[in-house]
């Protein structure tokens, strides 16, 4: 714990952090930056351990827990009935009242909860911190009984997305846990502005929200160099994500048919529920031969593409923060995206990328026609765009993080002595 040192007159109290994940394994820019920030502690000297629902996640210097998301008779036959039920209603109901993963998300918590008393060194154990809303339902508990701080950190806002986002059940689920969470946290790490605005809306003192952004590797400068010299005729859009309700594609695939310009090429890296839907309306608008499906694409793949493109697209509906827009901005891409959720804190409007009003192709279709007519910005908005990302690294991400930590530890001899 060298880079957070404790002061003269200060000593560290009990030693064990606990991480309570839902499915860690499961990919993600959650579980990503959940793993980043539980190893940096753990390589910081803390001792780390995550308790999950998988057998052997992969975290480096980070003990793990097994633990069953659902640890009774009663609530296994209770979701066996309810997942049969619905899934022999109709293809649209079915949808629309899902119950798969529902009751494991809701009793998970309450297992990890069970399961941090019951370890040999519980004792020990001063923070607690979970990255999904859910985990309230249990873990405010450990709060309340044995008097463990309890950090949320989060990542997201279920009350922006579509409403066909989710399920019935798991947005009632999402909505009722994240108002819980964030008033029974005793810090919220929201990971943008919009983040920390909703949980103070939901409840959350204004003393217990901190925002901490995301972090990302920043590459060397070739990036925006490339923007700099490259010749241009037409423009190469690109967007990567997700391919489901709250990214928006259907505007960004209809500005194309707005623009009817054959110069324009975009690809789309990603998978999800819409890839057929969007093919299908990219055929309707006559533009399928201009745009590219790649399918889901390794991180370690997407290099090539952030070189090849000239503008990032994100038109997302409900955008938490928008890490791709940190990561297309790392190689000198300026971005066009909506004004929704954090995506304000990455870009200012004309620097290095153009905020669009959201759920609307029109308002796509203009700023990618700017973009075509002054062809010079993308130089110079990338090379601003290029800037603003090395603000955003890691080092400074974790660094802040782990300094919050470290508050949990700490104890004047004064205090440990009333």
């Known amino acids: 714990m060298n880079s957070h040192p404790i002061t003269p007159g200060e000593r560290l109290v009990k030693q064990k952090i606990v991480f309570v994940v839902y499915n860690p394994d499961s990919g993600g820019a959650v579980n990503a930056t959940t793993k980043r920030q539980a190893e940096y ?17 992969n975290w480096a210097g980070v003990s793990h827990q097994f633990v069953a998301a659902i640890d009774t008779k009663f609530w296994l036959f209770l979701d ?4 049969r039920f619905t899934n022999r209603l109709p293809g649209f109901l079915k949808a629309k009242f899902d119950m798969h993963r529902v009751i494991p998300q809701m009793r998970f918590p309450v297992s990890a909860a069970k399961h941090i008393q019951k370890h040999p060194n519980f004792e020990n154990v001063a923070l607690c911190i979970a990255c999904q809303h859910a ?5 405010g508990t450990l709060r309340k009984n044995a008097g463990i701080t309890f950090f949320l950190v989060a990542h997201g806002d279920i009350f922006e997305h579509p409403t066909e986002s989710f399920s019935v ?10 108002k819980k969470a964030y008033r029974s946290a005793d810090k919220v790490i929201a990971v943008s502005k919009a983040i920390a605005a909703r949980a103070l809306k939901c409840g959350a003192s ?19 160099l490339r923007n700099q010299s490259k010749s241009r005729s037409g423009l190469k859009l690109l967007f990567v994500g997700r391919l489901a309700p709250e990214k928006g594609l259907t505007y960004l695939v209809e500005s194309l048919s707005i623009l009817e310009d054959k110069s324009l090429h975009l690809t789309i890296i990603g998978d999800g529920p819409l890839l057929n839907k969007l093919k299908q309306e990219a055929g309707g608008f006559g533009v399928i031969q201009q745009i590219e499906f790649t399918g889901h694409m390794p991180p370690e793949h997407l290099e090539s593409y952030y070189k090849r493109a000239d503008v990032l697209v994100l038109p997302s509906l409900s955008e938490a923060f928008g890490l791709v827009i940190l990561e297309a901005q790392s190689y000198g ?44 910005l993308i130089s110079e908005m990338g090379i601003n765009a290029f800037e603003n990302s090395k603000i955003f690294s890691w080092e400074n991400s974790l660094s802040s993080f782990a300094e919050l930590v470290s508050e949990v530890f700490r104890v004047a001899p004064e205090l440990e002595c009333k």
Do not use: W
């Open 41 to 57: 502690l753990a390589n910081l000297g803390f001792d780390v351990t995550l308790f999950a629902n998988t057998e052997s996640p």
């Open 80 to 83: 066996y009935v309810f997942v």
């Open 135 to 139: 985990s309230a339902l249990g873990l």
């Open 169 to 178: 059940p798991m947005r009632f689920l999402y909505r009722h846990s994240a």
């Open 206 to 224: 204004t003393s217990n929200v901190i925002v901490i952004h995301h972090g990302i590797d920043i590459p060397e400068p070739q990036g925006f």
């Open 333 to 376: 891409l300026p971005v066009i995206a909506t004004q929704v959720g954090g995506i304000p804190d990455l870009i200012k409007d004309g620097h290095n990328g153009i905020l669009v009003e959201a759920a609307s192709s029109t308002s796509l279709a203009h700023a990618i026609k700017r973009m075509l007519d002054q062809k010079a």
